[in-house]
């Protein structure tokens, strides 16, 4: 490491102002500063220090997602494996996409229970992804420090990590490169860059991405990693469901009879919803990891839990509101709340998308009225819009949208009320 930090001291001066160098000083700069410890410190007395900077911030966050992604990339080798062994098991043809000619000329198998095949085959659909996913946006944030001047700040890797996770495991990669350029330039760089979004950057590159190319990001086709299969997640069973005046509750009732294409029905029990073996995109089916990313969150001090929890309770809240009224003809109005809490994105929007330090409220009682807001759009996209079944990535980019008219409200009532309590007469 001292050769290291040697080659670096002795190369800096080839990138200091007037060096020849001198445009491409934001590269250095990137690289040195994710290798080591800024070499500017403050010394005076009159600044506050604190050992949470960007750096350690963003790397807090990357490491929250890692239990997600993780479990993401087994998942998705999991759903395919099964799926694969159960049309090859009738006759039907699964073999025929790239990634099972990967798979075979690697040597590992099919076997829906051996964790390392799934992980294998998960692996070959997330890392792709995930590279070209860095490749492009970094590349862009990288021109444009350069052509400004600035540093590359390190919010691209949570950006280049979330925007994988909430993407199908079929997207075509072209379209990734598309929607994280999209993401980056359009609701970052035109802005500033870093710190002057007023868009989550991944959400807004996935909702690009959502209506531009709805075939490949949404519908049956794109959840399981199988040539021939088709499926909808829990969601969108949820919403499809028939409206029935002999059932009680018609859309949890669908889950728990699924047809599939090799002729045989399953189930999809709160607890499968739960820990996330169910189909989705690569990060977002465990509540239960989001659990635990929200805890290594808010313990670092980097998530808000008031935004987490004023989600949790617009959604709660919403989604009682809906059971009262009922519907004869809509059956997402008779969902329960828990249910609600573990289909779809909700638990991983909240804990990693609507806690964006740049995007979200930053007053404190402006946390809890975004987090509320966020909980009652994404109920009530849900439950009211049957074409978008998932409220949770409107719901937030709405709610960041609203996010300074919040705080400025905010702020603006608790001068008043400082003006009243204190005036004169």
Known sequence: MKA??????????????????????????????????????????????????????????????????????????????????????????????????????????????????????????????????????????????????????EGFLVTGLLFPLILPPT????????????????????????????????LTARAFLYFAYAAEISGEKVWTAVDGFSGATALGQMASAAPSDTIANPAVASLGSISYVWGETGAITWMDAFLGTVQGCFGETSTLLCIVGAAILIAAGVGSWKVMSGVVLGAIGTSLLFNAIGSETNPMLGVPFYWHLVVGGLAFGLVFMATDPVSASMTEKGKWIYGVLIGFMTILIRVINPAFPEGIMLA??????????????????????????????
């Open 4 to 153: 290291l930090r040697y080659a670096l001291d002795k190369v800096h001066p080839w990138f200091a102002k007037g060096a020849p160098l001198e445009k491409a000083y934001p590269v250095f700069e990137a690289l040195d500063t994710f290798l080591y410890t800024p070499g500017d410190v403050t010394t005076g007395s009159t600044h506050v220090r604190d050992a949470i900077d960007l750096k350690r911030m963003m790397t807090t966050v990357v490491v929250a997602l890692i239990p997600v992604t993780l479990f993401g990339m087994w998942n998705v080798g999991y759903l395919a494996n099964s799926a694969y062994q159960e049309m090859t098991a009738v006759g039907m043809d699964a073999s025929g996409s790239w990634q099972y000619w990967v798979h075979e000329t690697l040597g590992f198998g099919h076997d829906p229970g051996n964790f390392l095949d799934n992980f294998l085959l998960g692996a070959i659909h997330f890392i792709p992804v995930y590279a070209v996913c860095m490749f492009v946006g970094g590349h862009i944030e990288m021109v444009f420090s350069v052509l400004r001047g600035h540093e590359i700040n």
């Open 171 to 202: 997207i075509p990669l072209w379209q990734v490169a598309l929607g994280i350029a999209f993401g980056v330039i359009v609701a970052k760089e035109v802005f500033g860059g870093t710190g002057r979004n007023f868009l989550n950057v991944a």
């Open 396 to 425: 937030i980019l709405f709610g960041n949208v609203f996010a300074p008219l919040i705080d400025y409200s905010v702020v603006y009532f608790n001068v008043r009320r400082r003006n009243l309590r204190y005036a004169t007469t």
